[in-house]
């Protein structure tokens, strides 16, 4: 009963969101005198905040249109190169504009949209041909489509790569750091010509041994049958995969909001002052960020249980036992893909050494093909996103790939 009893709540704030707004808009239109006096703009922000933080979101747009190239406004269209049940696979065109590096970027099937990664699409749209993996929300597949677990994942990333074409490089952004260069080992392994060039990991558990977070802990300190038996939800009527078992994206949600509450709250708060004094560009940098941020998904029950088993309690990939339908992920069987491993300093969701780690898996690789940065005073969020990865890091990740294109 946990989403359904998830979805009545939802639906009675979504109602109540909606009176607030009006009761906002009320409150600060010109022909009402209250509007006027001192109170009617702190009850009007207060109802602004509310409303902003109790309505229902569902999947944000990347909003790309364009970019800028050499000083030139190119536009930009998006198009599905691939269609699969449980994601797709999208590339960013600039129109006008051939060549340049082909790049996958693998965004996280964690509880968010691959619109997470705006910017990170944003910045390397000027660099390169860019592709990413839009992963669809669970509750949306029918359970005629299947299921969906850690093999399926990298069984996707390869068809992936090879839609691409042989040459691609490839970026992967925190979870998927780990089917990511699993599927490098495979394609190694086999000598696939369509095995990527680069692998950029970033903030990514590949050994959750090392420095361990909450996240991690959460994991490890509860055995395999309590996650079962208290994560995993049933998909109500009301959406097409009823029926399908999921980890809901509102769980997960709840889970990250709750590691740095006073955070958020103070978030609020200031978003609460600027919208008082009349700073509405401020307000609306903390809501746009928050439009995002809570625009959850879900993800099948078979890929998060598994996840949870093979990356986070029995380290599989590490520990050297790790398999893909049935045939071992080796790392020492990549000898000739660059990998850069990306880490920030301050990440409280992989700590330090956890991504780190792969360069040291990779037994056989040269050190030429190696490279590791660790980004001073930087968190999880910002390895991928804002100014500190469009100024410091993306140029690292650009000079990384040229040099193996």
């Known amino acids: ?136 929300d669970a509750k949306l597949v029918p359970v005629a489509e299947g299921s969906f677990d850690l093999d399926d994942y990298v069984d996707y990333l390869i068809e992936f790569l090879e839609t691409i074409g042989a040459g691609a490089h490839m970026l992967a952004v925190c979870q998927p750091s780990v089917p990511s260069y699993a599927a490098a080992c495979l394609m190694s392994a086999r000598q696939h010509p369509c095995r990527p060039r680069t692998l950029t990991m ?24 309590w996650f079962e038996q208290n994560v995993i939800a049933t998909v109500p009527a009301i959406y097409p995969g009823a029926g399908r078992q999921v980890y809901p994206g509102f769980l997960q949600l709840t889970g990250f909001m709750s590691m740095n509450l006073g955070n958020h709250m103070m978030s609020h708060w200031e978003m609460f002052k600027h919208l008082v004094r009349g700073d509405g560009e401020s307000a609306d940098a903390t809501k746009d960020f928050y439009d995002e941020y809570r625009s959850v998904c879900d993800m099948t029950a078979e890929y998060y249980l598994q996840t949870i088993d093979k990356v986070f309690q029995t380290h599989a990939l590490p520990s050297g036992t790790m398999t893909h339908r049935g045939v071992p992920v080796d790392p020492a069987a990549i000898t000739d893909i660059g990998i850069l491993a990306v880490e ?13 780690a792969a360069l040291t898996l990779a037994s056989n690789l040269p050190a030429d093909k190696k490279r590791y940065y660790m980004a001073e005073g930087v968190g999880h969020y910002g390895i991928f996103n804002g100014s500190k990865w469009r100024e410091r890091i993306a140029p690292l990740v650009e000079e990384w790939i040229a040099a193996h294109d």
Not at 87 to 96: A, P, S
Not at 202 to 225: C, F, I, K, W, Y
């Open 1 to 136: 009963m946990l989403y359904d009893a998830y979805e009545f709540q939802r639906s009675l704030l979504a109602t109540a969101s909606a009176m607030a707004n009006f009761g906002a808009g009320m409150l600060q239109n010109p022909a009402n005198p209250f509007t006027y006096f001192g109170g009617g703009q702190i009850i009007a922000s207060a109802l602004e905040v509310f409303a902003h933080a109790a309505a229902p979101r569902g999947k944000p747009s990347f909003g790309l249109d364009h970019v800028e190239v050499d000083s030139r406004t190119i536009p930009v269209r998006e198009e599905v190169v691939l269609h699969k049940p449980f994601g797709q696979l999208k590339r960013f065109v600039r129109e006008g504009i051939e060549g340049g590096p082909r790049l996958l970027i693998v965004a996280p099937m964690s509880g968010h949209f691959a619109t997470l990664l705006r910017g990170t699409v944003e910045r390397m749209l000027p660099f390169a041909d860019v592709y990413i993996t839009d992963w669809a």
């Open 202 to 225: 970033m903030g990514g558990p590949v050994d959750t041994r090392e420095a361990p977070t909450a996240v991690n802990q959460l994991a490890t300190e509860r055995p395999h049958s």
């Open 344 to 356: 920030g300093e301050r990440d409280d969701i992989s700590g330090l050494g956890q991504t780190k």
